[in-house]
């Protein structure tokens, strides 16, 4: 049994593709648009939406990476070990115990209570104006609360009720909720 071999674009398909390259090139000089924006064109055109949409976002990164400083997840994750390293505390209190520290915290920019100052405010406007993010978070410092020894409770999607399965320890009690 002899496997198959991939069939190479003839000459007339690898024309078309040529022609093709030429008609965006000519539509680019025509119209002062640039590569990216005519390709991306022409794919959806041609129904390649997911294609069209990597351009889009090479675009947009391509902006963004030239106009604005950047963090990376590596970089944030440290900087919450660094935190917590720097920050933890263990309270003890009435025979109960948790752990305390700082992380940074990150929130959606329409969850934000607070105003920030009419500089962050101008730099925002800028950073909309551009078009390129898909959303803004403000990181700020929280205190987080660990509790050791928790609950466990189970959960079914369109119900708000949680339901018990299990406790270990006493720092937190069910009887402590259901009594509330």
Known sequence: MQGEKATKPSLVEAGERASLLQEVIKKTVDHGASAGDVLKDELESLGMKGAAKRIDVAKRLAVAYAKYGFVTQKKIDAFNDKLRKESIN???????????????????????????????????????????????????????????????????????????????????????????
């Open 90 to 180: 263990v309270v003890k209190d009435h025979g109960r115990s948790w752990t305390e520290f700082k992380r940074l915290r990150f929130t959606d920019i329409g969850q934000y209570d607070k105003i920030p100052p009419p500089a962050a405010l101008a730099r925002l406007r800028e950073a909309v104006k551009d078009g390129i993010f898909d959303r803004f978070e403000v990181a700020d410092i929280e205190w987080v609360k660990e509790v050791p020894d928790p609950i466990i409770f189970g959960r079914i999607d369109g119900c708000e009720d949680r339901f018990f399965i299990a406790q270990w320890d006493d720092d937190v009690k069910i009887e402590d909720i259901i009594g509330v």
